[in-house]
């Protein structure tokens, strides 16, 4: 195992992320890019909907579009085939990223669930308490479904544009958030706005899909059993009469994301090795298929879907539905509408203190609650990015109303598109003029990162560089064993790392005699085995920190994901040396309170 402790520099790419895309594309990019891409969208379709010839607009979404087989089918109109249809991959995408974390991020500590539960929780409640002030006992009052949800995908980019470099954190708190919203709002409209619910067809859909669970126990055809059934389960949901986009959020949730393991990956080194001699079409479909079973399908799915949703999807729902004919008397009326005003603040206001007070209470140490995640000046911020209601908004204004009620609270969602961002935007401006003192101690009290790395750096043992006070180490495990016998180890993993494709046998004696090192000497440990031991033991500590290939990196005990070229791990230690230096400077204020009070203390 071998440790870089010093400021980190890197030059060039590795030979993996020259030749290999990531497992999954970094989720944040996209979501910034397809935040744009929507609300273009949305500009379209007001202006659509309000230049000479604007009939076309509703015309258009309103086409009759019929998929039948036989004497059975299903028949909707064109804007229903986008919200029902479609939008069940985007919903689809939202739980895979949510298992996702649940399942190798933020969320394993099951703990750390609750502050963005109850976060969620507080966000639904207030909204819909400060839409029925406005309503109560007026017409409008059955639509307090349409203030509960934030939009993930306008929230996450909106995280993305104001703090790309410190967003993780924030980003699993809002996007846990957002599934917790859209499970309430999915519940909310199959109980409150489905006025039939057949039970056949829904006892059907539930028998699918635990069969679509229980498939990934099957050897082989799993993957095109699974779309099979995936769409069944949709069409089964349609003839239920609840919105089928909940079974995309359900099959997302139920699709596991793990780590290749060192046995599937050594299996497609050896196919691609066997094609790489032997090019045949058999040989390489073979080496295709053997690469991918190495991935999770929660990893393949969001790679294959979520730049579809986020640029495809979700701008032609906004393209769908935010079309509105603005006219004098509408606009007049929504200024005053219950409904608009219900909405606009029910988000802008009530999702900013619903989330920070529910997330305030949930890490009381009275109910033995977690540390939050997320500062709490961040949090309000994070409270203000969740004031976007725009997809289930939306859906369940279309359920809920119609006519001119249905324009007014379209107005007032997409008035949050606005006004939400800007008050996220002043907010964080406010945050980063707050003294670097009080934002170290904000973050001090934050929780600890979940520290992947099972055995800790053993200077005597381990090959370290750098000083042993740096804010950051950055652990790669790999080989060089024999050189360091002689002195040489980090000349040998500079030598290797950029001569990543001369690894044979000759190449390394040719690299061991450029270094000066004794090479007969090198030769004969090499073939000998002599260091297997030393290396027996690290693989069994990277089996245990969850390694399964080399090079892996770890920064400050977390494990890196993904590809390791400069710009991924510089922008990683960046915001590793960030957090350490401000926990370092929470501990030193701490300890200078401490030692002042005893102080004080000895002198009364």
């Keep these: 195992m071998s440790v870089d402790t010093e400021a980190v520099t890197f030059g060039g790419r590795t030979a993996w992320a020259r030749n290999l895309a990531a497992p999954v594309r970094s989720y944040l990019s996209t979501e910034s890019g397809g935040a744009i891409v929507m609300l273009g969208a949305a500009v379209a379709a007001l202006l659509w909907a309000n230049l000479p010839g604007w009939h076309s607009y509703e015309s258009v979404w309103t086409t009759s579009v019929a998929v039948r087989v036989g004497n059975a089918g299903i028949t909707m109109d064109l804007r229903h085939w986008v919200n029902e249809g479609l939008m069940t991959l985007f919903f689809l995408v939202v739980g895979l990223e949510a298992k996702r974390q649940l399942d190798l991020g933020e969320l394993r500590e099951r703990r750390r669930l609750a502050i963005p539960v109850f976060g969620a929780i507080g966000g639904i409640t207030v909204p819909i308490l400060i839409y029925l002030a406005f309503n109560a006992g007026r017409a409008g009052a059955h639509g307090w479904g349409a203030a509960m949800s934030t939009d993930t995908a306008f929230a996450l980019g909106l995280v993305a544009l104001l703090t790309p470099r410190t967003a993780t954190r924030i980003r699993v708190f809002l996007l846990t958030l957002a599934v917790v919203d859209d499970l309430a709002a999915l519940v909310v409209i199959a109980t409150v706005y489905t006025s039939h619910v057949s039970v056949p067809a829904l006892t059907i859909a539930i028998v699918l899909f635990g069969g679509l669970v229980a498939l990934r126990y099957a050897p082989y055809g799993r993957r095109a059993i699974s779309i099979g059934l995936a769409v069944a389960i949709w069409v089964a949901m349609v003839k239920s009469g609840i919105d089928p986009v909940i079974s995309g959020l359900a099959i997302g949730l139920a699709t596991s994301a793990y780590p290749p393991s060192r046995e599937d990956l050594e299996r497609a080194v050896a196919v691609t090795r066997s094609f790489r001699e032997q090019p045949t079409p058999e040989l390489a479909r073979s080496a295709q298929q053997s690469l991918l079973s190495t991935l999770s399908a929660n990893e393949r799915l969001q790679y294959d879907l979520h730049p579809w949703t986020s640029y495809v999807i979700v701008p032609v729902f906004a393209l769908a539905n935010a079309g509105i004919h603005l006219t004098g008397r509408l606009m007049n009326d929504a200024i005053t509408s219950p409904i608009t005003l219900g909405i606009l603040i029910g988000y802008v206001v009530g999702k900013p203190i619903g989330v920070t007070a529910g997330s305030w209470i949930a890490s009381r140490p009275a109910l033995h609650g977690p540390r939050a995640p997320i500062s709490g000046p961040v949090l309000v911020a994070a409270g203000a990015g969740a004031g976007i209601g725009f997809t289930v908004s939306l859906l369940v204004s279309s359920l809920a109303f119609s006519g001119e009620r249905l324009d007014e609270a379209r107005l007032g969602t997409l008035a949050t ?78 030598t290797l790392l950029s001569h990543q494709d001369e690894l044979g046998p000759r190449e390394l004696v040719r690299h061991a005699g450029d270094l000066g090192l004794d090479v007969e000497r090198f030769r004969d440990e090499l073939l000998g085995r002599q260091y297997a031991s030393r290396v027996s033991e690290d693989v069994s500590s990277a089996d245990e920190s969850g390694v399964s290939g ?24 960046g915001a590793a040396k960030t957090r350490a230096r401000s926990l370092a400077s929470a501990a030193a204020q701490v300890e200078s309170a401490t030692a002042e009070a005893d102080s004080t203390g000895g002198q009364t």
Excluded at 550 to 570: A, E, K, M, Q
């Design 417 to 494: 598109v606005v006004v939400a961002p800007v008050i996220a935007w002043l907010v964080t401006r406010l945050l980063r003029r707050l003294p670097s003192t009080v934002r170290a101690r904000q973050i001090g009290r934050t929780a600890e990162d979940i520290i992947d790395l099972v055995d800790e750096i053993d200077p005597e043992r381990d090959h370290i560089r750098g000083p042993d006070d740096a804010p950051v180490t950055l652990v790669e495990y790999g080989d060089s064993e024999a050189a360091d016998a002689q002195g040489k180890f980090w000349d040998m993993y500079d």
């Design 550 to 573: 080399t090079p892996t990196f770890f920064i400050n005990g977390r494990r890196h994901y993904g590809v390791y070229d400069i710009d991924t791990l510089t922008e990683e230690v």
